[in-house]
Every structure is written in C-alpha cells, then in structure tokens.
C-alpha cells in the first residue's frame, strides 16, 4: 500500500463517524418534518372543524334571532290586530252612542221647540184675557194678524179665541164648535170667497189703527145672516205689543 491509499483509508475512517452523524441528522430531520406535516394537517383539521362549528353556531344564532323575531313579530301584528279589533268595536259603539245621542238631542230640540210655542200661545192667550174680556153676551173673537209675504200670498192669521156667544151664534147652527175654529184660518171655515173678505176688513182694521164698523157675510145653512150683524174690528194690542185683531159683534136689532 502505498501512500496515498493509506492517506485515503484514514480520510475514510476519519469520516465515517461525520457522515454517520449526519445520516442521523437528516433522518431527525425529516422525522420532524414529517411530524410537523401531520401536525399542521390536524391543525388545518381542526381549523376546518372550528370554522364548521362557528359557522354553525352563528347559523344556529341567526336563525335562533330569526325565529324569536317572527314570533315577536306575530305577537306585535296579534296585539295590533286585537287593539283594532277593540278600537273598531269601540268606534261601532261611539257611533251608536252618538246616533243616539243625536236622536235624542233631536227630540229634546223638538219638544222645546213645542214647548215654546206652548209657552208663546199661553202668554199671547194672557195678553188676549188681559187686554180684553170675551165674556160679553154678543160674539168676540181674537185671529192672529196675517201676514203679506214677498211673492204675494198672504199667510192667514188663525183664530185664537171666541166666546160662547159667537158659538152660539155662527157655530153650532152649522153643526161646529169652538174646536172647529180654534186653529182654522177664516178660509178654512167659511170658505175662501168669505174668509177673504174677512182678512181684507182685518187688514183694514189694522191700517185704521182703530174700530172700524163692517157689515160682513155669515153664510149659514145656504142663508146670509149678514145683514143682521154689524161686526167691530180693532187691532188688540197689550201694553205696546200687538197680539192679534179683535172683533165683536152687534146684532142690528141692539143698535137700532
């Protein structure tokens, strides 16, 4: 052997403990890389999971949200429907009430209004007695003062009052009474030729401001009794206040 295949041999030998250590090291090393492969697979595994079950937890949560606001939503429309339900049988009920109420009112005006009419013919029948007696033993009578209206016509004054005179006299022979007048235009009971006759001397009567003396028709039973009569209009006032026009008659015989 010759020098340089000794030099050789002990580089050999001098490098076999380097290259065994180096062999370990590199199975070491890949070992660790190995391990590390694995580790990383588990932990991307177990990223993955976690990733799964936070998205299903947040699913879970958001349908969870979901559903408690659907029912706190149909809880609200169930609590709106039944408060319009009340409101609007509330409101059916005011409606009633109020038509009622507006009834009532009604009749209520009604019946005033009646009564104030009561309440005016009471002290226009007081001013009449007042102002007059109708308990003369010759007919007397109280019509309301007729009225001109713009068109022309004329609203004719009712009858008030008379006396048992004038009942007598011009009344019961036609088969009347006192309530057969009483509330009856001239018209209505004499016809409208004579009771237009009758509302002209009143108008004439109320003009003069006076007595003024006529000679009247009395038609009865087909028969003027007229010319028997002499008949006294005057307007009747009480105090300042103008009530109606009065009239008194006087048969002919009496002024003879």
């Known amino acids: 052997m010759n020098d340089a295949n000794i030099i050789i041999e002990f580089l050999k030998l001098a490098a076999l403990p380097a290259i065994s250590g180096f062999g370990t090291w590199l199975l070491m090393m890949r070992r660790v890389t190995i391990e590390r492969k694995k580790a990383d697979k588990e932990a991307e595994g177990r990223y993955k999971e976690l990733e799964q079950s936070r998205d299903q937890i947040i699913n879970t949560k958001i349908n969870q949200l979901f559903e408690d606001s659907r029912k706190d939503f149909d809880l609200i429309l169930d609590t709106y429907r039944e408060t319009n339900e009340t409101l609007k049988k509330s ?5 009633k009430e109020l038509k009622y109420t507006k009834e009532e009112l009604t009749r209520y005006i009604i019946r005033l209004k009646e009564a ?9 029948e007081r001013d009449i ?8 033993p010759t ?15 004329i609203k004719y004054g009712k009858m008030i009052m008379l006396n048992d ?12 009474s006192k309530a057969d007048y009483i509330g009856k235009t001239h018209v209505d009971v004499w016809g409208q030729e004579t009771g237009n ?14 007595f003024v003396v006529f000679k009247e028709e009395v038609p009865i039973a087909g028969q003027d009794i007229g010319d028997d009569w002499l008949f006294m209009k005057y307007p009747l006032y009480a105090g300042r206040k103008l009530i109606g026009i009065g009239g008194i008659g006087f048969p002919v015989s009496l002024v003879k």
């Open 139 to 153: 007919p007397q009578w109280v019509v309301e003062v007729s009225e001109k209206q713009k068109d022309g016509t």
């Open 165 to 176: 005179a004038y009942e007598d006299a011009f009344l019961i022979p036609q088969g009347l």
């Open 91 to 95: 409101i059916d009920t005011l409606k």
């Open 116 to 124: 104030e009419m009561r309440i005016l013919e009471i002290q226009t």
């Open 197 to 210: 006759k009758y509302y002209s001397n009143d108008f004439k009567a109320l003009a003069k401001k006076r």
């Open 129 to 136: 007695l007042l102002a007059t007696h109708l308990d003369l």
